[in-house]
Nanobody, 116 residues
Framework: QVQLVESGGGLVQPGGSLRLSCAAS????????MAWYRQAPGKQRELVAS???????NYADSVKGRFTSSRDNAKNTMYLQMNSLRPEDTALYYC??????????WGQGTQVTVSS
């Protein structure tokens, strides 16, 4: 199994930046897909960025040019750099992995609030 722990959320003013981290442990060799999702109150969970192990990163139109996902394999950590934050980016952010065999893992989420 894969275990995920997010961190880095917080309160930021519009136009500000945050970097989220997702630390992974467990059967990491089996992961072939990673993603960041977010869910705002009263809304469905939304895919923010998706990464295949040997492919490009895809972003939701709403975050293109502002958010960048990266990973540090040595630290088994995935990051989401969020710049030019807007109030509509306020949500609970989750990282997700999918392993060969179809097993999905989710973190507990980290809250991002963009407000003046």
């Amino acid at each position: 199994q894969v275990q995920l722990v997010e961190s880095g959320g917080g309160l930021v003013q519009p136009g500000g930046s945050l970097r989220l981290s997702c630390a992974a442990s467990g059967r990491l060799f089996s992961i072939y897909f990673m993603a960041w999702y977010r869910q705002a109150p009263g809304k469905q969970r939304e895919l923010v960025a998706s990464i295949r192990i040997e492919g490009p990163t895809n972003y939701a139109d709403s975050v293109k040019g502002r958010f960048t996902s990266s990973r540090d394999n040595a630290k088994n950590t995935m990051y989401l750099q969020m710049n030019s934050l807007r109030p509509e980016d306020t949500a609970l952010y989750y990282c997700n992995t999918v392993s060969y065999g179809g097993e999905a893992a989710w973190g507990q989420g980290t809250q991002v609030t963009v407000s003046s």
